[in-house]
C-alpha cells in the first residue's frame, strides 16, 4: 500500500486518482501506525512552505518523514513536497526539513525568454523537463516530455550530483531530484497526462534503489 501524506496540503484528491487509474493501492492518511506500514510514501502538497512546515510540525510527520527517509522507504515529493525537503526556503525564510542540502529561491523579479518575451511569475502552465540520468522512476519517459508545474519558487541544491532534471524558465533550474530512496519533483505528475502516469508507476515499482 501507498500512503499519501494528508498534512493539510491540498491536491490530495488528484493524486489518489492518479494512483488509482494505474492500478496502485494507496490511501490518504496521517496516522502515523499506517503510514509505517505502507509500502512506500508520497509527500504532495501546494501552497505555501512555512504553513506546510508548520502543518507537518503540529502533525508529527515532519520527523516521521526523516524516520522513513532513514529506514530507506521510497518517497516521492511533490511540488512543495520537493521544496520542504531542503535546509530552507526564501518563502518567509522557513527552516525546511534538511534531507536534502541547499535552499529553495524565488524566481528573479525580471525573467525573459530566448525570443525576449516577458516571462509571469508563478511559472505556471506546461514545461519540458530534461532528466539527467536513467534513473528507474524517469526511465522509459520519452526526451523533453512536458510536465504541469505551478510554482514561484524553485530547489537549488548544495550537490548538484542530486539534480535528476532541469527545465528551462527564464534560468535553468533543478525541477527533479534523485537522492538515495528518495526521488522529487516540482511539477504534478498528477496532472502532468501520460508522462505523469508513467512515472508515478515508475515509482510504484521501484525498489527505493538507484
Given amino acids: 500500500m501507498i500512503a499519501i501524506l494528508d498534512y493539510k496540503a491540498g491536491n490530495l484528491t488528484s493524486v489518489k486518482r492518479a494512483l488509482d487509474y494505474i492500478g496502485s493501492s494507496c490511501k490518504v492518511t496521517n496516522s502515523h501506525d499506517e503510514i ?3 509500502d512506500k510514501v508520497v509527500f504532495p502538497g501546494v501552497g505555501a512552505a512555512g504553513k506546510s512546515m508548520e502543518s507537518l510540525r503540529e502533525l508529527g510527520l515532519d520527523k516521521l518523514l526523516l524516520e522513513l527517509f532513514d529506514s530507506q522507504v521510497p518517497i516521492l515529493g511533490i511540488c512543495v ?3 520542504v525537503l531542503f535546509d530552507m526556503s526564501q518563502e518567509n525564510q522557513t527552516a525546511c526539513l534538511g534531507i536534502l542540502p541547499g535552499e529553495v529561491r524565488r524566481f528573479p523579479e525580471k525573467m525573459y525568454s530566448k525570443t ?8 505556471m502552465g506546461w514545461n519540458a523537463v530534461s532528466f539527467q540520468n536513467n534513473h528507474p522512476v ?4 520519452p526526451a523533453e516530455s512536458e510536465f504541469y508545474f505551478v510554482h514561484s519558487y524553485y530547489p537549488q541544491p548544495a ?3 542530486i539534480s535528476a532534471g532541469i527545465t528551462q524558465y527564464g534560468i535553468t533550474f533543478t525541477s527533479a531530484v534523485a537522492f538515495k530512496n528518495l526521488v522529487a519533483v516540482q511539477f504534478h505528475p498528477e496532472k502532468s497526462g501520460k508522462p505523469g502516469l508513467r512515472l508515478l508507476d515508475n515509482f510504484c515499482r521501484w525498489n527505493g534503489l538507484s
Fill in 116 to 123: 525576449g518575451d516577458f516571462l509571469k511569475i508563478p511559472h
Fill in 36 to 38: 509505517r506500514r505502507a
Fill in 138 to 141: 524517469f526511465r522509459d519517459i
Fill in 159 to 161: 550537490n548538484q550530483d
Fill in 81 to 83: 513536497g520537493l521544496q
